[in-house]
């Protein structure tokens, strides 16, 4: 059983920058696509940023685009998410997602990841 641990939240003035980091111990981290999802208060999950297992494959929700960047070393096991010109509207839980895909594939699909983390907060204050 794979169980994905996200670390890195906190709080944050608007403008601000924060890594996230997904890790968890195994020694098929490099079959694993992995997605960033958030959800904040009184809202519903939403997409973040995908990675399929090599790297070689990145996805983006048009909303962070350009601001956050996703990237993974499966030397250490570890996926990141720098988040940089953090808003307001980025407070939420953030979690990582992981799903077996040597195809190449990641999804936008919160339901396609097996895998989960217990999530990381963020607070971005105005």
């Known amino acids: 059983q794979v169980q994905p641990v996200e670390s890195g939240g906190g709080w944050v003035q608007a403008g601000g920058s924060l890594t996230l980091s997904c890790t968890a111990s195994?020694?098929?981290?490099?079959?694993?696509?992995v997605g960033w999802f958030r959800q904040a208060p009184g809202k519903e999950r939403e997409f973040v940023a995908s990675i399929n297992w090599n790297g070689g494959r990145t996805d983006y929700a048009a909303s962070m685009k350009g601001r956050f960047t996703i990237s993974r070393d499966n030397a250490q096991n570890t996926v990141s998410l720098q988040m940089d010109s953090l808003e307001p509207g980025d407070t939420a839980v953030y979690y990582c997602?992981?799903?077996?895909?040597?195809?190449?594939?990641?999804?936008?699909?919160?339901?396609?990841?097996?895998?989960w983390g217990h999530g990381t907060p963020v607070t971005v204050s105005s």
């Open positions: 997602a992981w799903e077996p895909a040597l195809s190449g594939d990641t999804w936008r699909e919160s339901n396609r990841y097996t895998y």
């Open positions: 195994t020694r098929t981290f490099g079959v694993y696509a």
